[in-house]
């Protein structure tokens, strides 16, 4: 599976941004895929995952109520919906994907992991 993550870029607080993540090699409903971000001298965290079914979704506390992560299946794209952003979500995201049935919340989880995109949100 190749990933291919894309929409970053540099924002103010409160601003909305989208980020992309085009899957090749497999179809985005035969795996399950998350986005997981890291900030500036930080560990990588999870962000949220969606199911291979699309019927599930987890998030991350911090941006639970303001992320929201989908697909679109003749697209074979992920994306993630990121509004009223703020400072303390400038990070790499990286998208990822694993084969694995059950949802992961930890980086561990996924085989298959894009280059990343970076956001920069001002304050």
């Known amino acids: 599976v190749q990933l291919q993550a894309s929409g970053g870029g540099l924002v103010q607080a409160g601003d909305s941004l989208r980020l992309s993540c085009a899957a090749s090699g497999r179809t985005v409903s035969s795996i399950n895929m998350g986005w997981f971000r890291q900030p500036p001298g930080k560990e990588r965290e999870f962000v949220a995952a969606?199911?291979?079914?699309?019927?599930?979704?987890v998030y991350g506390d911090s941006v639970k109520g303001r992320f929201t992560i989908s697909r679109d299946d003749a697209k074979n794209t992920l994306y993630l919906q990121m509004n009223k952003l703020q400072p303390e979500d400038t990070a790499i995201y990286s998208c990822?994907?694993?084969?694995?049935?059950?949802?992961?919340?930890?980086?561990?989880?996924?085989?298959?992991w894009g280059q990343g995109t970076l956001v920069t949100v001002s304050s």
């Open positions: 990822a994907a694993t084969p694995v049935v059950w949802l992961s919340k930890v980086d561990a989880g996924y085989q298959y």
């Open positions: 969606i199911s291979r079914s699309g019927d599930r979704t």
